[in-house]
Structure formats: C-alpha cells, structure tokens
C-alpha cells in the first residue's frame, strides 16, 4: 500500500518546503521567463520576423521531421524489444536487456563520433556508401540514425515492467480461444499498455526534438541543410543574433511545454484510473 502524504507540522518542513520552491522558480521557471521575454522583446513584427526567416524555418522543419520519423522508429523497436524480453526465456536474455540500455550510459556526443567514424569517409562502410553515392553523415539521414540511438531505450524501459507485472495470462486464454496473434495484440495487449504507451511516445518525442550533442557531431551544422532548432539556437548566439536566437529557443520551450502537458495529463490519467480500479477491487 502506498505511504499517505502528510501535510507539514513544523517549521523544519516547512522551511524545507520554501525552499525547494524557491529553487524551482529560481532554476526552472525564472529561465524560460528569461527566454520568452526576451523572444518578445523587440515586438511582435520581429518576432515574426525572426519565425519567418529561411533558416528558422527549415530548422523547424528538420526538427519536426528527426521527431516524425524517430517516433515510429522506437515505438516499433521498444514493443517489440518489451515483448520479447517479458515473453520468452532465452539465452542472451538478459544481456540484451542491459544493451538497449548502452544509450543512457554513452555521451550523446560519443555515440555522434562513433556513428561519424562508422558511416563517415574514415570508415569502411562510408567510403563504400561514398562511391554509391549515399551520404549519411552532414545530411539528414545520420540526424535521424543518432537521434533514433539515444532515444531508443525510453519506449522500451518504460514498457518491459509492466508488460512484466501484468503477465501473459489474458494473452494465453485468447489464445486458446483461437485468436490470431494480430488480435491477441490488437484486443488484449494493447489495451493493457496503451497509456504506458503514449507516455514512452511523449517522452521520446522531447527527447528528439531537443536532441543537441549527437546531432551536432553528425550534422556538421550547415546552415539551411543540418541544423536542427538547438542547433540554431547557438549558431544564432554565435553570430550575435540574439533576438533570433531567443526565438528559436521560445519554441523549443512550447515544445517542451506542450510535452510536459501531454505528460502530466497521462499521469493525471492513469492514477485516476489506478484509484478506481482500487475502489473496484476494495467493493
């Protein structure tokens, strides 16, 4: 059972208290104050200007299009990964298990090198890609193959103890009603984890678009060809285009604020759903 919060009875807590609020204004909110004042500081008619501007709005549009495509990437890989792994006992089983974990112990600028080394001309393989004209590296292709690694644990982490808790029962039953394995999953699976679903999916979209580090080392940061929104916020502040870069920050932040939304939202559902499901079971 749970531990029931308590309100605070003294004034240790309460000073406690103060004091974390205090540090979340002072390090959390302040700064994205910070960031949309300054966005708006020189009027509305710059602002859109700066939104209008060629490079603003192809990194917008690379930006959206590493979220569209990495999205699907991981949702695909993380049920399957979460399925095999709380299904089957095999061997190897739980080597694999702390491999897709390799995302969350590397740098995300090192895990950019080893993709440069790879796939870029100092490798085998890029030089062969090279002489069949395919370019990975400094294009897009590579922003989206760094950004689908460091994102690709999130899904599946996220998935794997709840497909574990949850058991593979129903799964059986519907089985041995002679569903097919399309429908098992349709009807009975997924039901089962579509919140903790939707949850993975929202996080590992904030995690794409705010992707900095990897994309970086891959990207080359080409102005209107590979740089992304963080990438165009300190190339703009490099070139002392400051308006412009605050910006571009302001929409990595409603991005990151539509993100926080969706996520609390779930949270908000899913506990909900939790307590009533606890009321049923105490009726």
């Known amino acids: 059972m749970a531990k029931a919060i308590k309100r605070p009875g003294t004034p240790h807590q309460w000073i406690l208290i103060g004091l974390g609020i205090a540090l979340t204004i002072l390090l959390l909110i302040l700064p994205l104050i910070l960031i949309f004042t300054q966005a708006l500081s020189g009027g509305l008619a710059l602002l859109w200007q700066n939104l209008n501007e060629d490079y603003m709005l192809h990194a917008i549009g690379l930006t959206l299009l590493a979220a569209v495509l990495t999205v699907p990437i991981n949702l695909v890989f993380g049920i399957l990964l979460a399925w095999c792994v709380t299904h089957f006992d095999f061997f190897g089983r739980?080597?694999?298990?702390?491999?897709?974990e390799i995302p969350y112990a590397t740098s995300p600028v090192v895990a950019g090198f080893c993709y440069l080394v790879v796939y870029g001309l100092e490798g085998t393989i890029g030089k062969w890609l090279y002489k069949e004209d395919v370019q990975l590296m400094f294009a897009w292709p590579g922003i989206i193959m760094v950004t689908v690694f460091v994102t690709a644990p999130y899904i599946a982490r996220i998935l794997m103890p709840l497909m574990q808790k949850q058991g593979t029962e129903e799964e059986i039953a519907a089985l041995s009603l002679g569903a097919t394995g399309w429908q098992i999953f349709r009807r009975v699976t997924l039901p089962n984890i579509k919140w903790a679903l939707l949850y993975g999916t929202v996080i590992t979209n904030a995690r794409a678009?705010?992707?900095?580090?990897?994309?970086?080392?891959?990207?080359?940061?080409?102005?209107?060809?590979?740089?992304?929104?963080?990438?165009?916020?300190?190339?703009?502040?490099?070139?002392?285009?400051?308006?412009?870069?605050?910006?571009?920050?302001?929409?990595?932040?409603?991005?990151a604020l539509i993100t926080l939304t969706l996520k609390t939202a779930m949270e908000w559902r899913q506990q909900r759903r939790e307590a009533a499901s606890a009321d049923n079971h105490a009726s």
């Open 94 to 100: 739980r080597l694999l298990i702390t491999l897709v």
């Open 209 to 255: 678009v705010g992707e900095f580090g990897a994309v970086a080392v891959v990207s080359g940061t080409i102005m209107n060809q590979t740089l992304t929104l963080p990438l165009l916020v300190e190339q703009l502040n490099n070139d002392y285009k400051t308006a412009a870069a605050f910006t571009a920050a302001a929409l990595l932040a409603c991005m």
